[in-house]
């Protein structure tokens, strides 16, 4: 693809430390498939709210719909934790970007390494061979609904349209091609009307995809069968806030949170890619956070949106062969710091 734009928004916490790495990682191993990138960094979240009082400042919107991808970090932190609906929130500058750049799909990849089976607190059995997809519906539901507050209650509103669901089905089914050939859908049919109306749009996608399986799984089920056996799931396709809650629940399959990537993709236009952890206040900046799941993203906007798919998989095997030779920052148990996986990261894949 030649020359390529990124905006890096590292945001809060570890976000910037994680962030860092990935960013090393992409910059080795973008020419040797023919990318130079180009990095342009904001600030959005709980830093942009202390320096210029909102979560988004102007421009940054811009900035990302002009880019050719976006890598962000993660938001949030307990210093802007408010109950106060009128006080900004730095998840806002997340859920804005979601919906200005129109990235209704979330793509969360699990496939635990074999090297952690072990570090599962699920036992290795049960995870063995599992990969499996969730994807989320990202831009719609009870995330955008009508809320407000009218004392003494409160309330948020979930408005599915069958546009909206069609659109996310769609690639579910898509992504399911290139796979196992199977889509679990996940709803709450039995309760939620705006369930109902999703298992019958996915119905109707899946009859233009007769090579593909497909389930229906009430949500609390699909909790519970999700770490009895997730390897029997291909892709998992669920409304936004059902799928926020599955894949941290799936993210254990992996042995941890900080081994997880996402790619948030619209029709057109750059994705967003980022980790699926958050902000991870309790360890910022004493270099000992995970940073694969953020240099895993990194791969998914490798391949997804900057033409550079060979880039892309020297990441990923130098993860796998990193872990494999017992590499482990904290959350695996290990001592590593940040900087000390990212070199390691940086030597295999350019090896
Ligand atoms: C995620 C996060 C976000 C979400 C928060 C930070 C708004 O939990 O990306 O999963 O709920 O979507
Ligand atoms: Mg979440």
Redesign the pocket.
Known sequence: MGDVRVVSLPGDGIGPEVVAEARRLVDAVAPLDGVTVSWEEHLVGGCAIDATGGPLPDGVMEACAGADAVLLG???GPRWDTTDPDAPR??QA??AL?AGLGLFA?LRPVRPFPALYDASPLRRERIEGTDLLVV?E?TGGI?FGARGRREPEAFDTCVYSREEIRRVAERAFAAAAGRRAKVTSVDKANVLESSRLWREVVVEVAAGHPGIALDHMLVDNAAMQLVSRPADFDVIVTE??F??IL??EAAMISGSIGLLP?ASLGDAGPGLY?P?H?SAPDIAGRGVANPIATCLSAAMMLRHSLGAPAAAGRIESAVAQVLEAGHRTRDLGGALGTREVGDLLLAAATA
């Open positions: 993660a938001v949030g730095p998840e997340l859920l979601r979330n989320r990202l995330y936004n806030m799928g926020d894949s941290d996402s980022e699926v958050g």
